[in-house]
């Protein structure tokens, strides 16, 4: 029996690949779903109490195969109040992807804001916005946040 070419393999899953980046993805969509148990988002916005903060989750777009979200804390008051992270990101439902297609330039994540044009650097660009979608994700379900039903206003919720 051929030895099959490892490196070959591996290559193709690495950091920055298309491979490893349709693996976050993939990883993106499953951390998201179990942050929102309810896939169809049966409301347009809704909050979610965690240890430390609020966590706002606003529906953008939805379309036959896609939704598009608003993801986000708050921070400080009035004038003062701030998103951070301020991420939006599309949620691929046929092939259970989730997307982080931006991150506000108001954000400390400077670097991770904007979405290029589509071109030989977007694995450059798409790589650092989707891991700190898939880590956000991750802390987010450690603060005990949730989308589930119990959680959601009966009213459109007012964002400072």
Not at 19 to 37: A, D, I, K, Q
């Amino acid at each position: 029996m051929p030895k099959l070419k490892r490196n070959h393999w591996l290559q193709a899953a690495q950091p920055r690949s298309f491979t490893g980046l349709m693996g976050l993805y993939e990883s993106n969509y499953r951390r998201f779903e179990r942050l929102v148990p309810e896939l169809d988002l049966p409301f347009d916005e809704a909050t979610s109490r965690g240890e430390h903060a609020v966590l706002y989750l606003r529906v953008l777009e939805r379309c036959r195969y896609t939704t598009t979200i608003h993801l986000t804390y708050w921070f400080g008051e009035g004038d003062s109040a701030r998103a951070d992270p301020d991420l939006r990101l599309r949620l691929y439902r046929d092939a259970q992807l989730a997307e982080a297609i931006s991150c506000d330039a108001r954000s400390r994540y400077v670097a991770l804001a904007g979405v290029p044009e589509i071109d030989e650097d977007v694995l450059q660009t798409q790589w650092p916005r989707n891991l700190l979608l898939n880590k956000w994700l991750a802390y987010c379900l450690l603060q005990g946040h949730s989308f589930g039903g119990a959680h959601r206003p009966r009213r459109p919720v007012e964002t400072p």
